[in-house]
């Protein structure tokens, strides 16, 4: 405890442990002591609580959930004692108030904001619920509604909107811990009764049944197995009907519920990864090239799909572009199609069109004139996959460019080095693997080759960084890692047909798992000629196949022509209105299952003399899953990767996977690395001709370690690239 001025009537208790005043236990305590000191003494007649270095604080310290430290000091109680005090406190809230931080503020009787400030309860999203009386304070304050909404979301909410839901009483633009002060210093003598939360009813609704009944069947319809989301809503639902001890009684059963689940272990790792991941490869150089990020002109070349996507995602990053197409009607079109998406995400915006200054030729010029890339930084170039084009271009920007310029390359699986190759400058050639739609995919893989430098590894990084993305370094192999780890998963899900199983009851097995989108719903969106045309470039399928070979053999393995005779059919998925489902029309979103399928797939059967089988959703997940995790160990071998971790972002940010299971690599540590082993072998013994199913040699070396914590895999290996 401090004294605003020495003469002053208020007592400051400032929240400190950089960088973000986590809760810890100390500090706990010393806010307790704090507290017990202000209330003791007779010269302090208002308290102000505030934050270290411009931020209230990001609540409960996230480590010490998994230690047993914690329990020593509860921060519920201090919360009640902060609402019990006889002497008004005030909160002055900077930068940020999250989770435990803004149940803090909650206790206070008066909470004023600074204007940019962000306040949130986003312990949903690492699997609990807010624990400390929040889930029964915050419905007294802002109602029902909007306290589930932020609850069950975990939405962080400025301070402008904040003020209107009335969760601050007031917002400043200049010095808060002044107006918090002024504040304080005004309200000393008041009554404090109406101020105290607890005391105040919950607001009624018209229908509070029904409204609870819909926000329900909402919650659990977007949770997918994620069960805080669930938690927080009956938590929310206590305030509705119990007084606030027993609703307080209620949240604590829930929330050690949710402390003690795998789930919130497994978001929990998410969280510290996705950091570490991002700071492992930041630090790899002292600064990015020549040239700082965001104030320097970024070219593109290519508008199609992922050119439009990227250009938009540079542009609401406020890093100025110049946009390159080969003539001017792919140009227009892509100029229109940019400025359509550029209008949508200012409309999401604060201060609209304007605070991303689009229609400014310094921010983003359109142009078919290559010479322009003369002078900048940085260039991305997105034209679709075809190494003979890409090789061309990189061939004319490595004349045209400055020395330092850094050039990306935008691909999901072609090989870096090769592009590279035609350019005089190796060391500045790096892969930038978007996904789409890429202004709003939040994985960024960072592709280097044999001859990338440290320094344009760092830049990638920074770029990423700047985008707001999550950058994940990895080494140059076919699909690199994301897609590399999803070609077993998808070819086990094809073979699953072949013997008896249908696109909706594989989509179903996987999307009750938590994915997002099953692999068949998944391939319609997508377009199934974009595999068609990589399979004929690979000689798979198509004219250049060798006459007489099997139907269902390559190169010695067994390989599923089914998705080939789709597309020899018209059946590229939502674009046609038919693929593995059928769509209500050309473009349509709404997959049914198609009658024409199932008769096309029992006809494939017998004319192949594949007996049908019933396959259980245990056999489907199994074979799905464990042959991308066992990739997963063969990427790690290799060195394509450099942990674990790495590749559960990956999936987690890229791929859909559901983050309540940690990732891929989370998901088989939590399983257990001897079942995976055990599962692979009995599958690979029926498939002896996949040998994407056969167990990979370091997870047998892992097994044989005797199943040792993820932390702990990459000791077990003696060759780690030198760039990771
Ligand atoms: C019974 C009481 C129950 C209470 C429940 C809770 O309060 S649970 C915690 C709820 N709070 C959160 O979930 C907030 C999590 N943090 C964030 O969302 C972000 O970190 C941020 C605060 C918005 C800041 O984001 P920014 O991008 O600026 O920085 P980083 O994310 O990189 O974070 C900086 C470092 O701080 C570490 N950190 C952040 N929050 C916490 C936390 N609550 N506990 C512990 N550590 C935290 C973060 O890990 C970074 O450090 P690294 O060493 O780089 O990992």
């Known amino acids: 405890m401090e004294r605003y001025a020495r003469s002053s009537a208020v007592a400051v208790i400032r929240l400190r442990n950089p960088p973000v005043n986590a809760l810890s236990v100390e500090v706990l305590q010393a806010l307790e002591d704090g507290l017990k000191k202000a209330e003791a003494d007779p010269s302090v007649k208002a308290i102000m609580i505030c934050g270290e270095n411009g931020k209230f604080s990001a609540g409960a310290d996230i480590r010490g959930f998994s230690t047993p430290k914690r329990h020593r000091v509860a921060l519920g109680p201090i919360v009640s004692l902060i609402e019990s005090s006889e002497k008004p406190v005030v909160a002055a809230i900077e930068g940020i108030a999250l989770g435990g931080g803004l149940e803090v503020a909650l206790g206070c009787h008066y909470r004023l904001a600074h204007v940019k400030a962000q306040m949130g309860l986003p312990e949903v999203t690492i699997g ?26 975990g939405k ?34 008041q009554p404090l009764g109406p101020r105290r939360l607890s005391l105040k009813p919950v607001p009624k609704l018209p229908n509070t049944d029904a409204f609870l009944r819909e926000a329900l069947a909402k919650v659990k319809k977007q949770a997918r197995g994620f069960l805080a989301p669930e938690l927080c809503f009956q938590a929310v639902k206590a305030a509705t009907e119990r007084p606030f001890a027993e609703g307080v009684r209620r949240e604590r059963e829930l929330f050690q519920r949710l402390l003690s689940s795998e789930q919130a272990r497994a978001l929990q790792y998410a969280f510290f990864a996705e950091r570490a991941v991002s700071r492992d490869h930041l630090s790899l150089a002292p600064s ?116 330092g310029a850094l050039l990306c390359t935008n691909t999901s699986a072609l090989n870096i080095d090769e592009i590279a190759s035609a350019t005089s400058r190796p060391q500045q050639v790096i892969g930038t693997h978007f996904f789409s739609p890429a202004h709003v995919m939040r994985l960024l893989e960072i592709i280097y080759g044999r001859h990338t430098s440290p320094t344009a590894i760092a830049t990638a990084m ?19 890692v994301g897609n590399r780890m999803m070609f077993p998963y998808v070819e086990q899900a094809v073979f699953l047909l072949e013997e008896g199983s249908r696109p909706e009851a594989v989509d179903q097995a996987l999307e009750d798992f938590g994915f997002k989108i099953g692999p068949f719903r998944m391939s319609d969106l997508a377009g199934l000629d974009v595999g068609w045309r990589s399979r004929k470039g690979q000689g798979l399928t198509g004219p250049s196949l060798p006459a007489g070979t099997a139907a269902r053999q390559r190169h010695g393995q067994r390989y599923s022509p ?3 005779l789709l597309c020899e059919r018209g059946r590229f998925g939502q674009k046609t209105g038919k693929g593995w489902y059928q769509y209500e029309k050309a473009g349509g979103r709404t997959a049914v299952p198609d009658p024409w399928l199932h008769s096309f797939l029992s006809q494939y059967r017998d004319s192949h003399g594949i007996k049908t089988r019933y396959i259980d959703q245990e056999e489907i997940l199994e074979r799905c ?44 540590s939590t399983v257990g690395l001897p079942h995976v082993l055990a599962k692979l072998q009995k599958y690979s013994e029926a498939h002896p001709d996949v040998p994407k199913l056969r167990p990979s040699a370091f997870l047998k070396k892992l097994v044989a370690a005797g199943n040792p914590p993820l932390k702990e895999w990459m000791s077990y290996l003696s060759r780690q690239s030198p760039k990771l």
């Open 625 to 668: 899953l464990f042959s991308l995790i066992n990739e997963g160990f063969a990427i790690l071998a290799e060195g394509i990767a450099s942990a674990p971790e790495h590749l559960d972002v990956i999936y987690i940010n890229g791929y859909g996977w559901p983050k309540h299971r940690g990732g891929p690599m989370f998901y088989a």
């Open 128 to 153: 609990l619920l807010p624990g400390a009386e929040g889930t029964q304070r915050l419905p007294r304050l802002i109602g029902v509604p909007a306290a589930l909404d932020m609850i069950t979301t």
């Open 562 to 564: 089914l998705p080939d």
């Open 156 to 189: 962080h909410i400025p301070a402008t909107e904040a003020l209107k839901l009335g969760l601050v009483d007031e917002i400043v633009e200049e010095n808060t811990i002044e107006a918090a002060i002024r504040l304080a210093n005004k309200v000393i003598g």
């Open 462 to 480: 920074q770029l990423a960084k700047a985008l707001k993305k999550v950058g994940v370094v990895v080494g140059n192999c076919f699909g690199f």
């Open 288 to 403: 990015p090239l020549p040239g700082t990020l965001l104030s320097d002109v970024y070219i593109y070349t290519g508008l199609g799909t992922m050119g439009q996507g990227i250009a938009t995602s540079l542009v609401k990053a406020k890093i100025p572009v110049v946009a390159l197409e080969q003539d001017l009607e792919y140009l227009n079109k892509g100029r229109k199609a940019v400025m359509g998406l550029l209008e949508r995400e200012a409309m999401k915006m604060e201060g609209g069109a304007q605070t991303l200054d689009f229609h400014n030729p310094a921010r983003l010029q359109f142009t078919v004139d290559f010479d322009l890339l003369s002078d900048v930084d940085l260039v991305i170039e997105a034209v679709f996959e075809d190494m003979a084009l890409k090789k061309e271009i990189f061939h004319k920007l490595s004349k045209i460019c400055k020395p």
